[in-house]
């Protein structure tokens, strides 16, 4: 494998005129002349012409710079180390740790699932934004269900634990100081002024957040006492996690942790659908514990019950069923653009607290600061007698002024029909400060100016290294000496009440687990039976079938690819996906050949990026059909990507081993302004 920083060749968009089919492309003519490409490394148009300020910052210039922002004269490719011991690669972005950068890529991956360019202007200058009309999916909902526990509940977790700590007096010289200065605001009842000049002073003045509230490892500190405990993982293996568990890149344990997080609220929801109730179970049942979990059955599971208790499912006749399941998935999509919001939200007051590069260091710090200046200096010369009598005079007001109120409104929306639009936060005190989201766009198009494309986030089959991360116990305030710091972390007497059995234990087997894996090797039979025929059907010309080719890829077939080609099939014939950046305009090509070098006479297509309209991820198959395979075969299914032309032409690829960097690369080089769908 060549070092990283090598350069690949690449070619531009091949001419109809030279391709196997050249029906697939010839109604893109004339097109390519009013693509929406801006400012590519080619071209010269001003940054003041950027569509959004993602665009005008990747292809801006930017104080500190890392491997992917240093712009050399040659044109070509650069590879930054894709797939390469992430030790080995330099910073690729300046001020920006690597393991920070991979954290947001891959958080990005598991958000993004369809994007639809648009000619509006977006909000706050940021695109990316989540439309309205977003459809509703479980998958959907379990993405933003993780990322509001990766955000909100973390935050408000480590919050309490710092109130935990100032409470128990362990560090007593912090905790005296917070009381000598509330007991004089108190005295001179300056309380709500003394409180606005500490958020000011927390917002303009980082240095202060440290000094104030000294961070400390998350799993470390007891919400009970403030006190050093032993992490619930058994052993301090990460420092952002609730429960401390070892990780083999940041932010990979608070990552699983919001996964089993969902999955535990779906398991106590099925299990409360199925009726699960132990505590009523004979005492010995040597049938019932052979069988396995019913609750993952669901709805069988709840019906399974009222025939064992001696009724009959009233399924067919029961007219309250479906009209109470609509009515719930009806509020699904409400619901599941409420939990985005809120994590949209902390993540923009996030990234206004602490900017990532290449945003501004203090602009959104200021701005925020500015908004409570004037509260401070109106509370400085208000009394609490006044603030109590706007309080109630508000309560008042909301409890009988329903006819003003809503009067109030209709003549707001007749002036100002788009009213509520204009006062979101993210068009007026949190203009410009980017999502998570938009912040990871900003760093592919980063890489994307400057023709070197980030690499993606190193990935290991390997379990993560069950021993303590490193720390510093000196840096720690907690009242606790280093050798109860240190029995903390090590301490593995909660790994094993996690895990049920004793050091040396062999694990114990279950008849269930036998019948289990009958079935398995059952349903593996039939998996890879059914891929045999899809195979026949596939030549017989079946396009289902054709879809249905590649998708199991054999670990020999698993070679790296990118940054330049990608593995792939289209109608069912192997190939490469190859985008090429060094002409004018750049393009996204297929080709039928296996060597990974670009060759005019076996491109079946071509389209300029800047013609591509939307891009949708696809699974390889349905959702339950990857279920069932994923678990029968224990393999990972390559899956597809959507991608739709400025005309409404659709190229459907599949089988694509590397389609998350692939969309990624696709998303972030041209010049479309966004929208998730």
């Given at each position: 494998m060549p070092t990283p920083g090598y350069v690949f060749k690449d070619g531009g968009p091949i001419p109809d005129s030279e391709l196997k089919n050249p029906g697939t492309s010839s109604q893109l003519e004339g097109t390519t002349t009013h693509s929406s490409i801006f400012n590519t490394p080619t071209s010269s148009s001003s940054l003041s012409s950027a569509p959004t300020d993602s665009h005008a910052l990747a292809y801006g210039e930017h104080e500190e710079r890392?491997?992917?922002?240093?712009?050399?004269?040659?044109?070509?490719v650069k590879n930054l180390g894709w797939f390469e011991d992430p030790t080995k690669l330099p910073p690729l972005v300046g001020r920006l740790p690597n393991e920070e950068l991979w954290t947001l890529v891959r958080r990005f991956n598991k958000q993004m699932y369809h994007v639809k360019a648009t000619s509006k202007d977006p909000p706050g200058a940021l695109d990316l934004n989540i439309v309205d009309e977003d459809e509703f999916s479980p998958d959907k909902l379990r993405s933003n269900i993780e990322r509001l526990y990766m955000t909100v509940i973390i935050g408000m977790m480590g919050f309490g634990k710092h109130i935990a700590r100032l409470r128990s007096w362990r560090e007593p010289r912090r905790t005296g100081g917070f009381l000598a200065v509330y007991t004089i605001a108190w005295t001179l009842d300056f309380i709500v002024p003394t409180l606005l000049t500490a958020l000011i002073v927390l917002i303009v003045y980082p240095p202060s957040r440290t000094l104030l509230f000294p961070p400390a490892p998350l799993a470390l500190i007891s919400s009970k006492d403030g006190g050093v405990q032993s992490p619930k993982a058994g052993v301090l293996g990460s420092h952002d996690s609730a429960t401390g568990a070892p990780e083999k890149y940041q932010g990979m344990a608070v990552e699983q942790e919001?996964?089993?997080?969902v999955s535990g609220i779906g398991s106590i929801a099925l299990s409360s659908a199925a009726g699960k109730h132990e505590q009523g179970d004979p005492q010995s049942d040597p049938l019932n514990n052979s069988i396995p979990d019913p609750t993952r059955i669901a709805t069988a599971g709840a019906e399974a019950k009222v025939s064992a208790g001696g009724?009959?499912?009233?399924?067919?006749?029961d007219k309250t069923k479906q009209p109470v399941e609509d009515a719930m998935w009806s509020k699904m999509r409400p619901i599941m653009h409420v939990?985005?919001?809120?994590?949209?939200?902390w993540e923009r007051f996030a990234n206004a607290l602490s900017p990532t590069p290449p945003f501004?260091?203090?602009?959104s710090r200021l701005k925020l600061a500015g908004c409570l200046v004037p509260l401070l200096l109106v509370s400085t010369f208000t009394t609490s007698e006044v603030i109590a009598k706007g309080m109630t005079f508000g309560v008042g007001l909301g409890f009988f002024g329903d006819p003003v109120i809503w009067r109030a409104l209709d003549l707001l929306n007749n002036k100002f029909p788009n009213w509520?639009?204009?006062?979101?936060?993210?068009?007026?005190?949190l203009k410009g400060v980017p999502t998570n989201a938009q912040l990871t766009i900003t760093l592919l198009r980063i890489g994307e100016a400057n023709k070197a494309p980030l690499p993606p986030p190193p990935s290991s089959d390997e379990p993560p290294p069950n021993r303590p991360k490193s720390l510093n116990a000196d840096?720690?305030?907690?009242?606790?000496?280093d050798v109860e710091i240190h029995d903390a972390i090590h301490d593995n007497s909660n790994e094993q009440a996690v895990s049920g059995t004793e050091p040396g234990e062999p694990p114990k087997h279950h008849h269930g687990q036998h019948i289990l894996g009958f079935f398995k090797g059952s349903t593996k039979t039939g998996v890879e039976t059914k891929l045999g025929i899809d195979k026949l059907r596939a030549k017989a010309g079946s396009t289902n079938a054709k879809d249905h080719l590649g998708i199991l890829p054999k670990p020999s077939e698993r070679t790296p690819t990118g940054p330049v080609d990608f593995k792939a099939r289209f109608h069912g014939a192997k190939g490469r996906v190859y985008i090429s950046t060094t002409n004018a305009v750049p393009s996204v090509s297929f080709a039928q050949n296996g060597t990974g070098l670009a060759?005019?006479?076996?491109?079946?297509?071509?389209?300029?990026?800047?013609?591509?309209?939307?891009?949708?991820?696809?699974?390889?198959?349905?959702?339950?059909?990857?279920?069932?395979?994923?678990w029968s075969t224990g393999k990972t299914v390559a899956d597809g990507l959507e991608i739709i032309g400025r005309n409404g032409t659709v190229w459907k690829l599949t089988a694509i081993q590397l389609r998350d960097e692939l969309f990624n690369r696709l998303v972030a080089i041209g010049g479309q302004k966004w929208e998730s769908w």
């Open positions: 890392g491997a992917a922002q240093q712009n050399d004269s040659t044109g070509e919001a996964h089993n997080f009724g009959t499912p009233n399924v067919h006749h939990v985005g919001d809120v994590a949209d939200g501004p260091k203090s602009a509520q639009r204009l006062i979101e936060l993210r068009n007026t005190l840096d720690l305030t907690v009242d606790a000496s060759s005019k006479s076996d491109e079946i297509f071509s389209i300029p990026v800047g013609d591509i309209r939307e891009l949708k991820k696809l699974g390889g198959f349905g959702w339950k059909a990857k279920l069932v395979v994923g």
